[in-house]
């Protein structure tokens, strides 16, 4: 199986064969999460830390869980997270990692870059799980999968992305992994939203959802953070969400299917109302389920990364290759 | 061998399968992907009755249960290999718990597939009992496993290579050693 | 009287940037003066350095350097920088006021002018702070810092933000006749930006920096030193829209001079993507189209001169993500080398006028004497040769920091001496 990379830092460093031997080892992996007892031996042995920065509970645990599927033990780093109380710099931090050889490090941070950085200064692999508005890999593979599973097809899929764009790591990695897929991609949001030159990654701009979203087949609909309205970026979330908001007015006049997504958490009757939840579009709980085992396929890719000094000579070709 | 005697040799297997076992009511049979799969699938088809025989479970009417498992998450040497081994996913589509399960795999050799295979087995339940299947023994174990059940013993070096070809996966049939 | 010194520069190629000419010939020196000039000199007991296919300009100036002491001796010192300052090729460098405490009282003037003299290599101009601690509110005491030695005054680091007393601190200046470096950025539009807002800053989810936060200041500035009839200076050009109201500007006839530095032609915003903060500076790296309206501009005069912005700073300091790292990259040792593949190589400039940029050009700007090589003088001459290609070694820089993005990399031409009056320096 190729996989071209030792970390996970990005959709960016994938290619489309990376994204769909992912895929295809999620689907193992669910698999095996629907067994009496499901877990596997694979990674007995390693170690793997979750370094959270930024506080969240459900990534955190998702990747905790994905590590003990797996057989490896899953520890988190304590780590300050008030810019009051310091702490250690990373740097710091990534010496005291690379001393207790770790085999991997699951890392979120508010910072663009930061997953780069450790990738750069330590020995084992590094798994991106959100850094600042850069990327947040595992969820846009997961919202992939979940689409995969749904609708099964990409090429022509028109996706859109609802909401704050300019402050998503989840946009900007969704955009990546749909189009490296062959999908099409339309934003909407406010202006004062949107990211500058987004329209060079090949996406159509709206700054209004309701023609729109009766053209695509699928809808991503991200967290509005409720303190960009105290940063001035838009009036008021009442505005927000009667421009914006995926409301059971607009669920109502839907006509053709439509898929609805979120990444979570939801601010319910911000930009999601909660008849979407009961409605049959939602898949927003698949995505829950699907990120486990798409986080076993990741550790397990990652984590099998051997350094070839440690490869034991061949032994007459046969362990066990059946291939 | 050649496509004769394997025929011949599972036709002898699925015998002593069923007169040690005396019934064919308890037994499941798991192959290990790949060409261990389509063996058991072949026991399994000589060993079901025709279709108008009663069962008295009832369930499965059209013959024993045939299910293949991937022992790669299993493997105990996943930190050895250059490539990341492919994952092909196992199917067990029954329930095990209670049952006879005989594990079928193309080529015994070191025994560690083998040892993989049975934890894999029983995170799905707890069998009756395990009895091993295999076309052929080549020799040189390296852990305390034997089979039950035997096609063909060969006495092999170590560096030798045993390819089994078998029609569904390979379009040919037949199993050749070639000496390095 | 005996001469202690005698020093023959043979069968190089002199570069007069004055009056637009070069040509192949010895110098002598003789207890640091020039005392002759022309082909073949022969003088007993002379020490001879052969530099065939070399050429002799006048020592380069920097308009533009940040070294740190006081305050900070842990990233620079007056010694090391004027030392590195030597490395590059520039025997005057111009040191900005944002140390600890900023340059804006005399004594820290005196202080500098001081370590300078002491440390004997390049000599160290000091510009004074525009207002009182930089804080961009009160006009702080030109007079006495004129008095002290400043050469100019500017808040760099920091813009002036506030237009009623950027206008005061022009026209207060003209007392004294005094040239106001202007570090053009709108903090409200600027916002916490780590980099060019752009496609790139998109890409990476980092913070940009709209190119209209300098060239709106610029405008403004120009606007203000027209109607004051004051000596304006742009600090760091690095955007296409500033080059334009520049350009137009001095179409104008409005008497104003810029600078750009070298990173501001040979990187984009597109070498931010590998999170490596020592491309992170302020005004940001920009787009290809910028970098190529600012070589234009270098080549058509829009910018006047070449400026280093060297920025030294601690590897601890910038070994941290790359929202959190200090802007800045260190510069002098590199300058030469830069601007000389990215322009003269790529024919922007001719060598003659590229030369003039780190030169005449800086010397006029600051009313000093024109850099000329002439019998009498004091000796002030740069070395270089622009066949060679060399490798930038982290283990030889000779800054006190080592935050420079070029470490590792080829760069062609290079500086090999520096003669200061009777002082020989080899690099």
Redesign the interface.
Known sequence: MKFSQKHLLGIAELSKSDILTILDLTENFRQVLDRPIPIVPALRGKTIVNLFFEPSTRTATSFAIAAKRLSADSVSFAVKSSSVTKGETLLDTAKNIEAMKVGGVVIRSSYPGAAHFLAQRLDGFVVNAGDGAHEHPTQALSDVYTIKEHIRKFEGLKVLIVGDIAHSRVARSDILAFSKLGAKIAICGPPTLMPIGIEQTGCEIFYKLDHILTEVDVVQVLRLQLERQQAGLFPSIREYRSLYGLTKERLAKLKKPLTIMHPGPINWGVELDPEVSVSPHSVILEQVKNGVALRMAVLYLLAGRIDPSSMRPDSGGEIDTKE | MNACEIKRTLNRIAAEIKKRNKTIEELVFIGIKRRGATLAQRLAKILSPPPTSPYKRGRSKVGVPVGAIDITLYRDDLQLVAEIPIVRGSEINFDINDKIVILVDDVLFTGRTIRAALAEIVDFGRPKAIQLAVLIDRGHRELPIAADYIGKKIKTKKEDLVDIFVTEEDNKEGVFISRR | MIPKSKLTLAGGIIIDPVNKNQYQSDIYIEDGIIKKIGKNIKVKDAKIIAIKDKYIAPGFIDLHAHLREPGREDEETIKTGAYAALAGGFTKVCCMPNTEPPIDNEGVVKFILQESARAGYALVLPIGAATKGRRGEEISEIGNLVNAGIVAVSDDGNPISNPFVMRRVLEYSKIFNQLVISHCEVKTLSANGVMN??????????R?I?DIAESAMVYEHILLADYTKSQLHVAHVSTKKSVEIIRWAKQQGIDITCETCPHYFSLTDEACS??DTNYKVNPPLRTKTDVEAIKEALADGTIDALATDHAPHLA?EK??????APFGMIGLETAFSLGYEELVMKRYLDLIDYIAKLTVEPARILKLEPPLITIGKPANLVIFDTKIKWIYPKESIHSKSQNSPFIGKELKGKVLRVVMGEQLFEF
């Open positions: 807002e752009g496609i790139v800053s998109t890409r990476l989810g980092l940009g709209p590998t999170f601890s070994e941290v993500e790359f929202d959190l």
